[in-house]
């Protein structure tokens, strides 16, 4: 196997489009005040992250069932490297989508949200669990940026075509 499968790639690419757009919506609401605008974004940024939880387990799952193109390289530290990457990215995203439903479960932005009343929304600066969930962005940031750099380096200075193997348009092998 050369490649990854077409669906273990598909979701790859899903989650990382997602994972930006979750990024940018989550900075952008916490700088509204409560507004009729922040009250209805709130769902949406609660939605991309639960389907960001589901489809991570859907891919950890089709990358077993599906299987895997062998290493890339001939080191056997880099593999463990990639592979431990790969890992934590996975757990990272798993512990920043739990850590935002234990910030919505425990703020009480669901009443807020059933009342649709603005003014009664929360301040997520209290809530505890909400730390967790920028802890782990942030590591799954960091390794994110690791695992684009990496990728960069093998498509360009090794020039092994390495990101080939995630591409969703399939190759002859």
Same mark, same amino acid.
């Given at each position: 196997?050369?490649?990854?499968? $077409?669906?273990?790639?598909?979701? #790859?690419? /899903?989650?990382? +489009?997602?994972?930006? !757009? %979750?990024?940018?919506? *989550? ?52 593999? $463990?490297?990639?592979?431990?990457? #790969?890992? /934590?990215?996975? +757990?990272?995203?798993? !512990? %920043?989508?739990?850590? *935002? ?60 075509? /390495? ?11």
């Amino acid at each position: 196997m050369k490649q990854y499968s $077409k669906r273990t790639s598909i979701l #790859h690419w /899903l989650i990382f +489009l997602l994972v930006v !757009a %979750a990024f940018f919506l *989550g900075h952008y609401l916490a700088d509204l005040e409560n507004t009729p605008e922040k009250l209805s974004l709130l769902p949406v940024h609660f939605l991309i992250g639960d389907t960001i939880l589901v489809l991570t387990l859907l891919r950890i799952y089709f990358r077993k069932k599906d299987g895997e193109p062998a290493p890339a390289n001939a080191n056997p530290l880099l593999n $463990k490297i990639a592979a431990a990457t #790969h890992s /934590l990215l996975n +757990l990272s995203l798993i !512990a %920043a989508a739990i850590a *935002g439903i234990a910030t919505v479960a425990t703020s009480g932005v669901i009443e807020v949200l059933k009342k649709g009343d603005p003014s009664l929304l929360p301040d997520f600066e209290k809530v505890g669990a909400r730390e967790v969930h920028e802890i782990f962005i942030g590591v799954m940031l960091l390794l994110l940026v690791f695992h684009v750099v990496a990728a960069l380096y093998h498509q360009f200075i090794v020039r092994d075509n /390495l990101m080939h193997r995630i591409r969703i348009k399939r190759f002859k092998e």
